[in-house]
């Protein structure tokens, strides 16, 4: 079992910008690859970014250029660095981890997920 804890959403202003934070806990060796996802009211839940424990990335398109995931080993924690906010990246972003491919993340909603942190960007 692994258990994530997601923090650091908010309201701000369009252009604005917000850093989240996923801690992990519990059997955190079978896990290679760690995500960001966001689910938009009536909207299904889309991947935002993927870092494999190697270091290497991958982006949605709407947020390539403004957004940053990186992850701290050592620390367990995941961020996002989310910079130039839009109101349409007003969401709930969930932490995922799992042990898979980078082009699982973007096909399948697997493994464990914290519990959601609310963005809210206002134009």
């Known amino acids: 079992q692994v258990q994530l804890v997601g923090s650091g959403g908010g309201l701000v202003q369009a252009g604005g910008s917000l850093r989240l934070s996923c801690a992990a806990s519990?059997?955190?060796?079978?896990?290679?690859?760690m995500a960001w996802y966001r689910q938009a009211p009536g909207k299904q839940r889309e991947l935002v970014a993927a870092i494999t424990s190697g270091g290497t990335v991958n982006y949605a398109d709407s947020v390539k250029g403004r957004f940053t995931i990186s992850r701290d080993n050592a620390k367990k924690t995941m961020f996002l660095q989310m910079n130039s906010l839009k109101p349409e990246d007003t969401a709930v972003y969930y932490c995922?981890?799992?042990?898979?491919?980078?082009?699982?993340?973007?096909?399948?909603?697997?493994?464990?997920w914290g519990q959601g942190t609310r963005v809210t960007v206002s134009s």
């Open positions: 995922n981890a799992r042990s898979g491919t980078l082009e699982s993340v973007s096909r399948y909603l697997t493994g464990s």
């Open positions: 519990g059997s955190i060796f079978r896990i290679n690859i």
